[in-house]
């Protein structure tokens, strides 16, 4: 007999999210997420096979479900991006570059994040740069502590 499944996937993993704010990749455990959401570690070793299977599933989630928040370019990007620069966020981001399976995802999220702005400014060529910009700030901010994103989007903007 099959047991209903209590926490849909979605809900794992926004709780894996939130741990992996918190603790980082390397710092995730089965129990810290299971706890999270009020499942048992086995539980989530029977939908995700493992940590990787986990994380890799919050990858693709997160680039399956990327969304542009309404309004403004640069504010819906300035909303889009809080926390990235958090600590667990960053180390996720070393997972992207130096994994093939973690980088597809992070691929898939880059490319569906510049369709999105090319659809709501309806320029494909300063749709790429204001990606570019974004993820060049996001950068700049996890190296020098300082948020440049909204001043520096506006400049490239007022550029054009």
Do not use: C
């Amino acid at each position: 007999m099959v047991r209903p499944r209590t926490r849909d996937d979605e809900t794992i993993l926004r709780a894996a999210g939130l741990v992996i704010a918190r603790h980082g990749p390397a710092g995730v455990t089965l129990a810290l997420v299971a706890a999270e959401v009020g499942l048992s570690p086995a539980t989530l070793v029977q939908r995700f096979g493992s940590k990787r299977g986990l994380l890799l599933a919050f990858a693709r989630h997160a680039a399956a479900s990327v969304t542009l928040p309404p309004g403004d370019v640069v504010d819906a990007l300035v909303t889009l991006s809080a926390g990235a620069t958090d600590p667990g966020n960053l180390a996720f981001f070393q997972l992207d570059l130096t994994d093939a399976d973690f980088r597809r995802h992070a691929a898939d999220h880059a490319r569906r994040l510049e369709e999105q702005i090319r659809d709501r400014i309806g320029d494909p060529v300063l749709a790429r740069l204001i990606l570019l910009t974004h993820n060049g700030s996001l950068v700049d901010a996890a190296l020098t502590g300082v948020s440049r994103l909204r001043d520096d989007l506006r400049a490239l903007l007022e550029t054009r």
